[in-house]
């Protein structure tokens, strides 16, 4: 009988991690089944526990998920306990471990596959969300001079400015507030590549930037990457090496192998 775990979601059909573990799978000689669950907006408990009751022994969890997911788990680790969020969830016995491997992946690809460190950078984060909440902690983690936080709504940047205050420097405040300022690297966290949008940055933010970042992934470059592009940013990342060492991240804590990542990459950044 093989090792079962998913993903679980609204949408999912678009889910990319069903080929990236297979994959991780074939990689490392694992005996596993990785497969694809839409569970209903209400009902995301119920499809956790049925898939509890067939044996499943993980899952990754994404939009819109995360926050109950961190409310189902009996045990969180570090970094989950302060996003307030949880992508990974692991069964032992009658045990929940939530985890978030978001963050984990994202400094794994600027630093390991981008080459870029970020100790010392300054760093500016769009985006007040749940993606952005994910990554805020490993970010600070590499010692960055500064994360500016960046929303639409300033509040609710302050607020996790606030929240995660004692872990490094970081700033808060809406997109204007930073047209005079300069950054080394710039993360669009937004939910505005999803519609085909621009989050609403002043140009000058990007004179100095080394890297545009965008947590979206597609074939196409979003509109945040053409902007940032357009504005003398040399070097562009999509989220899709984000998305391969988050997985690799839950991969390891699940099956206790860490896997190679950089094929799985260049395999999905193929043309089709």
């Not at 059909?13 to 596993?32: D, E, G, N, R, V």
């Not at 994360?147 to 995660?164: C, G, M, S």
């Not at 000058?204 to 992934?217: F, G, K, N, P």
Request: contains cysteine.
């Amino acid at each position: 009988m093989l090792d079962s775990y998913a993903v679980i979601g609204n949408p999912i059909s678009h889910s990319k991690s069903p080929l990236i573990h297979k994959t991780f799978a074939q990689q490392t000689k694992q005996s596993m089944q990785y497969d694809a669950i839409l569970a209903p907006l209400e009902g995301f408990q119920a499809a956790v526990e049925s898939f509890r009751q067939q044996g499943g022994k993980g899952l990754n969890v994404t939009v819109p998920f995360k926050l109950e997911a961190y409310r189902l788990a009996t045990r969180l680790t570090e970094r989950a306990t302060i996003a307030r969020a949880v992508n990974t969830l692991k069964f032992e016995n009658d045990e929940i471990l939530g985890d978030n491997t978001d963050g984990a992946g994202l400094v794994r690809d600027i630093e390991c596959n981008l080459g870029i460190p970020l100790a010392e950078k300054r760093i500016l984060l769009l985006g007040a969300g749940g993606a952005a909440r994910g990554v805020i902690l490993p970010l600070l983690q590499q010692k960055p001079s500064l994360l500016a936080i960046a929303n639409r709504t300033p509040a609710k940047a302050a607020a996790l400015q606030e929240q995660f205050n004692a872990y490094g420097n970081s700033i808060a405040g809406d997109f204007m507030h930073f047209a005079d300022a300069h950054f080394d690297i710039i993360i669009n966290a937004t939910s505005a590549s999803l519609h085909d949008a621009l989050p609403e940055l002043p140009a000058s933010v990007l004179a100095q930037a080394t890297l545009a970042y965008d947590l979206m992934y597609s074939h196409e470059p979003t509109h945040f990457l053409e902007f940032a592009q357009q504005n003398g940013v040399h070097q562009l990342a999509d989220g899709i090496g984000m998305l391969v060492e988050q997985a690799a991240e839950s991969f390891f804590l699940w099956r206790g192998i860490r896997p190679q990542t950089k094929p799985v990459i260049a395999m999905l950044k193929s043309p089709i």
